[in-house]
């Protein structure tokens, strides 16, 4: 599976993006698809992942109710909106994918190169 992230940027505090993955490789409705980051200095951590027919989600607390993971199996894309942004939203976001039938926050066997994501205050 190849996945390749897209959408990052500079935006100011409050400011909003959307974040896509394209994949490839794999039959995509099979896969669960999540998005991680990885801020400055700090471990990756998760951010939300979605089934593959798009019925269960995940979602750390940090972004509920700013960010929201959807997925359109016809075009092989996974996206994350993210708005009300915070600084401390600035990290690479990674998106993922796993043969799992749920969307853990583990398991991941597939990994895109990242996108970065700057928040400016």
């Known amino acids: 599976v190849q996945l390749q992230a897209s959408g990052g940027g500079l935006v100011q505090a409050g400011g909003s993006l959307r974040l896509s993955c394209a994949a490839s490789?794999?039959?995509?409705?099979?896969?669960?698809m999540g998005w991680f980051r990885q801020a400055p200095g700090k471990e990756r951590e998760f951010v939300s992942a979605?089934?593959?027919?798009?019925?269960?989600?995940n979602v750390a607390d940090f972004v509920k109710g700013r960010f929201t993971i959807s997925r359109d199996n016809a075009k092989n894309t996974v996206y994350l909106q993210m708005n009300s942004l915070k600084p401390e939203d600035t990290a690479v976001y990674y998106c993922?994918?796993?043969?799992?039938?749920?969307?853990?926050?583990?398991?991941?066997?597939?990994w895109g190169q990242g996108t970065l994501v700057t928040v400016s205050s």
């Open positions: 979605l089934s593959g027919s798009g019925g269960s989600t």
């Open positions: 490789g794999r039959t995509f409705s099979t896969l669960t």
């Open positions: 993922a994918a796993s043969p799992k039938r749920l969307p853990y926050a583990y398991g991941y066997d597939y």
